[in-house]
């Protein structure tokens, strides 16, 4: 049953991410551990709003990149660690502490998704695999068809010149 979730869950993150841009939340899910080893949100409680970073456009980045084709998961990791530290730097910028705090919590995040042993990246990779083989499919097909109406065509062309 669980199994049948989280394909559910990767289908409709999957429609979602290429149908509207962006998929929220991202990073985690609700009432669940998070799926890249961080949650959309970092806060500081006493800073308010003014202490808060958003992940969701790194974790966003990172599904991204694991989708693209032959993409190499230590590159989406490196970039994945480093939008994960600009979101920091830029919520935290001039605050030492806060961003010592949020600094731990992506190193944390970026050896979750390293220790991690791929199995988002290989469905990510298979699911991106599966759409350019059937891009490839509907091509031949439409080459197929292309050359069986150019048939056609001249097959009514030489019945017309014989009448």
Same mark, same amino acid.
């Given at each position: 049953m669980r199994n049948i979730h989280f394909w559910l869950r990767f289908a409709l993150s999957a429609i979602c991410l290429f149908s509207a841009g962006t998929v929220r939340p991202a990073c985690d899910k609700i009432g669940k551990q998070a799926i890249f080893g961080i949650e959309d949100i970092?806060?500081?409680p006493e800073e308010g709003h003014l202490g808060r970073a958003d992940f969701t456009k790194a974790c966003d980045e990172l599904i991204a990149c694991y989708s693209a084709k032959s993409a190499i998961k230590t590159i989406c990791e490196r970039t994945y660690e480093k939008n994960l530290k600009n979101a920091c730097r830029k919520a935290f910028e001039f605050r030492r502490d806060p961003l010592g705090e949020c600094l731990t919590t992506v190193d944390n995040a970026a050896k979750f998704?390293? &220790?991690?042993?791929?199995?988002?990246? %290989?469905?990510m990779q298979?699911? @991106? %695999? @599966?759409?350019? #083989?059937?891009?490839?499919? &509907? /091509? #031949? /097909?439409?080459?197929?068809? /292309? #050359?069986?109406?150019?048939? #056609? &065509? &001249?097959?009514r062309d030489e019945r017309i010149r014989q009448q």
């Open positions: 970092f806060e500081i998704v390293a &220790k991690e042993n791929g199995d988002v990246y %290989r469905r298979r699911t @991106a %695999r @599966a759409r350019e #083989r059937e891009e490839e499919r &509907k /091509a #031949r /097909a439409q080459e197929r068809q /292309a #050359r069986i109406d150019e048939r #056609r &065509k &001249k097959r």
